[in-house]
């Protein structure tokens, strides 16, 4: 079994969202249609393919020449450390090759970036709802 990276189809997105699901991601569940929204509108938008089964994806941003921001990679727990996660950002890097790679990790995430040689750096989030907190 060979996993194949290619990019998203719209008609990848009901099993993105059965991924985000599985793995908690609830604010991309309960925000459907902006996730899907956001996923037509992202480059890289990739997924990780194994016999018609999608095991993976990659949903990016960039401007083409100084950045490559990953926003979601999400690998199925039972194809875990089997290498499709770098794949993944080996391929959406080969598509803007001047670019850095940025990500944000997780507190469970970290560890798995900074032993593949990211160097960390801060980051900070805000909610829409935050966003309109803080107006009022």
Request: aromatic share 10%; charged share 30%; glycine share 6%.
């Amino acid at each position: 079994m060979t996993v194949q990276i290619r990019s998203f189809l719209e008609k990848d997105f009901h099993d993105i969202q059965q991924l985000n699901e599985k793995e908690g991601w609830n604010g991309l569940i309960e925000r459907n249609e902006e996730t899907c929204c956001s996923w037509l509108n992202s480059e890289p938008a990739l997924v990780a393919e194994e016999d018609g089964e999608v095991v993976g994806y990659l949903r990016g941003l960039t401007d083409g020449a100084v950045t490559l921001y990953i926003c979601e990679i999400l690998i199925k727990e039972s194809h875990r450390n089997q290498g499709i996660s770098e794949q993944l950002v080996r391929t959406a890097h080969e598509c803007y090759p001047s670019t850095r790679v940025e990500m944000l990790a997780t507190t469970s995430s970290h560890e798995y970036y900074e032993n593949r040689g990211y160097r960390s750096f801060y980051g900070f989030r805000k909610s829409p709802e935050e966003m309109k907190n803080a107006r009022s």
